[in-house]
Antibody
Framework: EVQLQESGPGLVKPSQSLSLTCSVT????????WGWIRKFPGNKMEWMGY???????SYNPSLKSRISITRDTSKNQFFLQLNSVTTEDTATYYC????????????WGPGTMVTVSS | DVVLTQTPPTLLATIGQSVSISCRSS???????????LNWLLQRTGQSPQPLIY???KLESGVPNRFSGSGSGTDFTLKISGVEAEDLGVYYC?????????FGGGTKLELK
């Protein structure tokens, strides 16, 4: 079965960069699409971006100048970097698989809470 | 960006009651290829979101058939025919037709 697991620091200082890793088992990231989604305190959810099976990326324009999604196919991992974070980036971050053509996130990681605070 | 408006924001139900959640889009979600990429997810407390329905009405594998989705264009509905305790949590609609992909604001289903 496909499994995803997020990892990274739980606390980041304002103006620094947030870096997370999504480790995937049971499926190759060279197929389909792999996304990052975050949930803010409260219920608001935001799609941040994805990296495709070929390595191409798409980002939410609200983040475009600060976000980068990359991958290491040898380790079957993909990564999120978000620069110049503020307290408004405090959220639970999820990685998920998106099925091409059908277009929905069918497998999700458990999520990792990131707090931006000095 | 496409705005998805979910109502009600909170839904109180008894076990066995049938309930519906509405998701209204600021733009038609009909893609030029003829598909409508509107999905429903459930997030139980302390868990990650799980998919329930994709392409408006197709049930994800393993999801009980008391869940059903319907709608077209800009108006969509998720129905639960007989709420069970395991159905409690926050429901989201999400669209993939237009970039950026967007979520509804969520509907919290609680026991009355």
């Amino acid at each position: 079965e496909v499994q995803l697991q997020e990892s990274g620091p739980g606390l980041v200082k304002p103006s620094q960069s947030l870096s997370l890793t999504c480790s995937v088992t049971g499926y190759s990231i060279t197929s389909n699409y792999w996304g990052w989604i975050r949930k803010f305190p409260g219920n608001k959810m935001e799609w941040m971006g994805y990296i495709s099976y070929s390595g191409s990326t798409s980002y939410n324009p609200s983040l475009k100048s600060r976000i980068s999604i990359t991958r290491d196919t040898s380790k079957n991992q993909f990564f999120l970097q978000l620069n110049s974070v503020t307290t408004e980036d405090t959220a639970t971050y999820y990685c998920a698989r998106c099925l091409a053509a059908i277009w929905y996130f069918d497998f999700w990681g458990p999520g990792t809470m990131v707090t931006v605070s000095s | 960006d496409v705005v998805l408006t979910q109502t009600p924001p909170t839904l109180l139900a008894t076990i066995g009651q049938s309930v519906s959640i509405s998701c209204r889009s600021s733009q038609s979600l009909l893609h030029s290829n003829g598909n409508t990429y509107l999905n429903w997810l459930l997030q139980r407390t302390g868990q990650s979101p799980q998919p329930l329905i994709y392409l408006v009405s197709k049930l994800e594998s393993g999801v009980p058939n008391r869940f059903s989705g319907s709608g077209s264009g800009t108006d969509f509905t998720l129905k639960i025919s007989g709420v069970e305790a395991e159905d409690l949590g926050v429901y989201y609609c999400m669209q993939f037709t237009h970039y950026p992909w967007t979520f509804g604001g969520g509907t919290k289903l609680e026991l009355k």
